[in-house]
């Protein structure tokens, strides 16, 4: 099993920078990619960002150039850098990670993720 516990949202107004953390315990030998996603008020949960752990990242083109997805390895943590924030970026977000290693293109969906932390609510204020 893997618990996976994020932090690092708040309210904040627009144009400014967060990170988000996740930080995963358990059996984190066995995780094989982590990734982002979000769901706002209303709407479907999507995807942010993902990175496999040999290899290979996928980013949402809604945010590439904004966001971008790193890790620390010996933290067992998973960082989602937010820069230049907008109101349609409020949702809550969620940590996702799997055993597999998915290909790339799979990298965005959400049923290829079995684990997931109960999420951190970002609100951005324009």
């Known amino acids: 099993q893997v618990q996976l516990v994020e932090s690092g949202g708040g309210s904040v107004q627009a144009g400014v920078s967060m990170r988000l953390s996740c930080v995963a315990s358990g059996r984190t030998a066995s995780i094989n990619v982590m990734g982002w996603f979000r769901q706002a008020p209303g709407k479907e949960r999507e995807f942010v960002a993902a990175m496999r752990r040999s290899s290979g990242t996928s980013v949402a083109d809604s945010v590439r150039g904004r966001f971008a997805i790193s890790r620390d390895v010996v933290k067992n943590t998973l960082y989602l850098e937010m820069n230049s924030v907008k109101p349609e970026d409020t949702a809550v977000y969620y940590c996702?990670?799997?055993?597999?290693?998915?290909?790339?293109?799979?990298?965005?969906?959400?049923?290829?993720?079995?684990?997931w932390g109960q999420g951190t609510q970002v609100t951005v204020s324009s």
């Open positions: 996702a990670a799997d055993n597999r290693r998915p290909i790339l293109s799979a990298m965005s969906l959400a049923d290829r993720y079995e684990y």
